[in-house]
């Protein structure tokens, strides 16, 4: 038995649960260990990152997402990975503006990444800024010369700005 005031004992049987398949019992965890430390940024990044890691979302779970990134983002606004995460759930519920938003701290946090850069690219696409989303891609593919969707991406920008 452990102390059910210790939010890292339920941290850990967060990441127990987690990793024997059972998603509805880690999130419970994560949300004991929240209640109990809600200072606590690990607990908020992996709660989310649980959360956004299920494949296609609801928008319930999409939002528990993003206020849990937020959260993280509050608590460590040098978490690349939180704003990188959170500014693509952003982009797929077409909040635009507040996707470029983290997605732009992202790139600067997490510079060699090209996952970051390929989706700061989409969400200046989305914003009709494509001279910039266009670099993006370029900065993408300079980091990973293989990623397919930023070839297409940019092609087809390239092949419109010529019309």
């Known amino acids: 038995k452990c102390d059910p005031n210790y939010s890292r004992a339920y941290l850990g049987l967060?990441?127990?649960?987690?990793?024997?398949?059972?998603v509805y019992g880690a999130v419970t965890y994560y949300q004991h260990a929240v209640s109990l430390n809600p200072h606590d940024e690990l607990i908020h990044f992996r709660h989310a990152l649980l959360l956004s890691s299920q494949g296609e979302l609801t928008e319930k779970?999409?939002?528990?997402?993003?206020?849990?990134y937020e959260r993280t983002i509050e608590l460590n606004p040098r978490n690349g990975l939180a704003h990188f995460n959170l500014g693509?759930?952003?982009l797929s519920a077409n909040d635009f503006v507040c996707a470029l938003t983290h997605?732009?701290?992202?790139?600067?946090?997490?510079?060699?990444d090209a996952r970051v850069l390929f989706y700061y690219g989409q969400a200046l696409e989305?914003?009709?800024?494509?001279e910039d989303a266009k670099v993006a891609y370029r900065k993408c593919l300079m980091k990973n010369p293989d990623h397919v969707l930023a070839h297409e991406c940019?092609?087809?920008l390239e092949?419109?700005?010529?019309t």
């Open 61 to 68: 779970e999409a939002n528990v997402a993003m206020e849990a």
């Open 88 to 90: 693509v759930l952003q």
């Open 126 to 130: 989305r914003l009709e800024h494509i």
């Open 103 to 112: 997605l732009c701290e992202a790139s600067c946090l997490l510079p060699d």
């Open 159 to 162: 092949l419109n700005s010529l």
């Open 14 to 22: 967060a990441t127990v649960a987690e990793r024997n398949g059972d």
């Open 154 to 156: 940019l092609n087809r």
